[in-house]
């Protein structure tokens, strides 16, 4: 924690200086604008061909971090951080894409990228070579739905990764996905409902739990992102006089911050603009962007898919990246346009630096073991201590608790189970052997609340003798 108030006293220093050549404050204190500082290749496809890019973050060397954009025409490109496109992925008409880390599959986590494609009732994903950051088939489910917005979601009560889609009819489609016990991804509808029109952009937000879907000519909405939340919604803001919003609202980002705090970014496509609000609900205005050219680099116009991390990227962008689409590139076919966060931050006074959320930490699988001391054998009434570990390191404060007493068969050994412990961030209980009237063996679990889900231990015996 003092680590991470020093690091946001540097960053202010920073910002100070930054502001004073980086861009400027139009008209109304809530407008600003920042020039992007690097611009990918051109997509392949001439027109509207580029759409929407998500983000990989490298796991050891941040500067080797990828972006993949949607060529919606023909499939999908990946980024160096420099702009250059290192692969194509001649694959699908992939129109939107979205990336989670952390996905079991063939005994393996990898990181997840899920892709929609327009007019095709199918999802595809794609996985990321961990060390080059190259993208390879994983696999694909199909869907009910023509598919054109997408989002990817990690429950924090369950652990569970979610795929939701949308369609140009303004259905909604979620799918709970799952490595089906072969190494293949299998989708499972778990909800459906209708937006009400069009509607393309979405993010969910795997802390609060919540799901942003922009209806295109309407409204900017917020659903519940678990799949028991139905089709209630909140109005975030809308178009037309009485919203932030011009028709179409396009791609949606989620800014995450340690505590909670963050960002929600809404393209509006119909003056080029992206809006900012406070990422917790009730969603805040705040304040709205434009990408405009310097440094040689065109400005970014009729905005439309982006992505957004909090994460230090190297030296480029040390406090974090904005990645949007731009519909005319003055150069050739459309592409991406780069801008480091603290480029944005550094002009709008409501937003702030925090590279401290680690969003390859989402999903993590830590496992939790338990053992006794002394081991396997002990008298009634004798003291027994439990332990538990974590594999995977956290710096999130653990909470932990023991019990469950079964017997050998699995069945509970009393009528209530039998906790000992309590939520109060111990990770090691002594108590008495419980008195027995013959030998029994007792099978000993661990559950800890790690980051919001639960995970369970391993199982070990235990007998006690009278
Ligand atoms: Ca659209
Ligand atoms: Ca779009
Ligand atoms: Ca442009
Ligand atoms: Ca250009």
């Known amino acids: 924690m003092a680590s991470n108030r020093i690091f946001l006293c540097v960053s202010v220093a920073v910002l100070a200086v930054l502001s004073a050549w980086s861009g400027s404050l139009l008209a109304g204190g809530d407008e600003f604008s920042v020039s992007p500082t690097v611009e990918t290749d051109p997509v392949s496809s001439s027109g509207d061909a580029a759409d929407d890019p998500c983000l990989w973050i490298h796991p050891r060397d941040p500067s080797l971090s990828r972006i993949y954009g949607t060529d919606k025409d023909r499939g999908l490109a990946v980024y160096d951080l420099t702009g250059n496109e290192l692969q194509f992925l001649e694959d699908a008409?992939?129109?939107?894409?979205?990336?989670?880390?952390?996905?079991?599959?063939?005994?393996?986590?990898?990181?997840?990228?899920?892709?929609?494609?327009?007019?095709?009732?199918?999802?595809?994903?794609?996985?990321?070579?961990?060390?080059?950051?190259?993208?390879?088939?994983?696999?694909?489910?199909?869907?009910?739905?023509?598919?054109?917005?997408?989002?990817?979601?990690?429950?924090?009560?369950?652990?569970?990764?979610?795929?939701?889609?949308?369609?140009?009819?303004?259905?909604?489609?979620?799918?709970?996905?799952?490595?089906?016990?072969?190494?293949?991804?299998?989708?499972?509808?778990?909800?459906?409902?209708?937006?009400?029109?069009?509607?393309?952009?979405?993010?969910?937000?795997?802390?609060?739990?919540?799901?942003?879907?922009?209806?295109?000519?309407?409204?900017?909405?917020?659903?519940?992102?678990?799949?028991?939340?139905?089709?209630?919604?909140?109005?975030?803001?809308?178009?037309?006089?009485?919203?932030?919003?011009?028709?179409?609202?396009?791609?949606?980002?989620?800014?995450?911050?340690?505590?909670?705090?963050?960002?929600?970014?809404?393209?509006?496509?119909?003056n080029d603009r992206f809006i900012?609000?406070?990422?917790?609900?009730?969603?805040?205005?705040?304040?709205?962007?434009s990408l405009v050219s310097g440094s040689g680099i065109d400005?970014?116009?009729?905005?439309?898919?982006?992505?957004?991390?909090?994460?230090?990227?190297?030296?480029?962008?040390?406090?974090?990246?904005?990645v949007a689409q731009d519909d005319r590139n003055d150069e050739g076919n459309q592409n991406y346009k780069l801008t480091p966060?603290?480029?944005?931050?550094?002009?709008?006074?409501?937003?702030?630096?925090?590279?401290?959320?680690?969003?390859?930490?989402?999903?993590?699988?830590?496992?939790?073991?338990?053992?006794?001391?002394?081991?396997?054998?002990?008298?009634?009434?004798?003291?027994?201590?439990?332990?538990?570990?974590?594999?995977?390191?956290?710096?999130t404060p653990v909470m932990l608790w023991f019990g469950k007493q079964l017997t050998q068969d699995g069945k509970i050994y009393k009528p209530t189970p039998f906790y000992i412990g309590a939520s109060d961030g111990r990770t090691e209980m002594s108590f008495p052997a419980p008195p027995v009237e013959n030998t029994v063996t007792l099978f000993i679990q661990g559950l800890a609340l790690v980051d919001g889900q639960t995970k369970s231990s391993n199982i070990i015996p235990l007998t006690i003798n009278p």
């Open 341 to 395: 966060w603290h480029r944005i931050a550094g002009e709008c006074p409501s937003l702030h630096i925090d590279t401290s959320w680690d969003p390859r930490k989402v999903g993590e699988n830590k496992v939790v073991r338990v053992y006794t001391n002394p081991i396997g054998c002990v008298q009634a009434g004798q003291n027994v201590t439990l332990t538990l570990e974590e594999i995977v390191e956290t710096t």
């Open 299 to 322: 400005g970014v116009t009729h905005t439309d898919g982006i992505d957004v991390t909090n994460a230090n990227l190297g030296p480029a962008f040390p406090f974090g990246l904005f």
């Open 276 to 289: 900012f609000y406070e990422r917790k609900l009730p969603c805040a205005y705040l304040a709205t962007l």
């Open 93 to 270: 008409a992939i129109n939107n894409a979205d990336l989670r880390y952390n996905f079991p599959l063939a005994g393996k986590c990898i990181a997840l990228v899920a892709g929609s494609v327009a007019d095709e009732k199918q999802i595809l994903f794609h996985k990321v070579d961990p060390v080059t950051g190259l993208l390879s088939r994983a696999g694909s489910i199909p869907t009910g739905i023509s598919t054109y917005g997408i989002c990817l979601y990690v429950s924090p009560k369950s652990g569970k990764y979610y795929v939701c889609v949308n369609s140009k009819g303004g259905k909604f489609e979620q799918y709970h996905i799952y490595d089906d016990g072969t190494g293949k991804i299998a989708g499972k509808l778990v909800r459906a409902f209708s937006v009400g029109s069009a509607a393309e952009g979405m993010v969910a937000d795997d802390f609060y739990g919540t799901l942003f879907v922009g209806e295109e000519e309407v409204a900017l909405w917020c659903y519940g992102a678990e799949p028991d939340t139905g089709d209630d919604r909140i109005l975030i803001d809308q178009t037309g006089g009485d919203g932030h919003l011009a028709a179409d609202v396009e791609g949606l980002a989620i800014y995450y911050s340690v505590d909670g705090t963050g960002y929600l970014i809404a393209s509006s496509q119909g």
